[in-house]
């Protein structure tokens, strides 16, 4: 799984950090996206998918590998 988010496009919800706090957060000044891991765990992949799903914006997008 590899894991990207289009800063230019994120809504700044947070929604991504509530389901996986591991691979996302945001940065201070506006909120946007930040991905902290692009390659997660598989103990990860499902709540990743969870958050792309619910991404507002549609700014996460995941390759599965």
């Given at each position: 799984?590899?894991v990207?988010?289009?800063?230019?496009?994120?809504?700044?919800?947070?929604?991504?950090?509530?389901?996986?706090?591991?691979?996302?957060?945001q940065?201070d000044?506006?909120?946007?996206?930040?991905?902290?891991?692009?390659?997660p765990?598989e103990?990860?992949?499902?709540?990743?998918?969870?958050?792309?799903?619910?991404?507002?914006?549609?700014?996460?997008?995941i390759?599965?590998?």
């Amino acid at each position: 799984m590899k894991v990207t988010a289009d800063q230019d496009i994120c809504a700044s919800s947070g929604q991504c950090v509530g389901f996986a706090p591991r691979v996302f957060d945001q940065r201070d000044e506006d909120g946007v996206v930040v991905v902290l891991d692009e390659s997660p765990p598989e103990e990860l992949a499902e709540v990743v998918r969870q958050a792309a799903r619910v991404c507002p914006s549609g700014a996460i997008k995941i390759v599965e590998e």
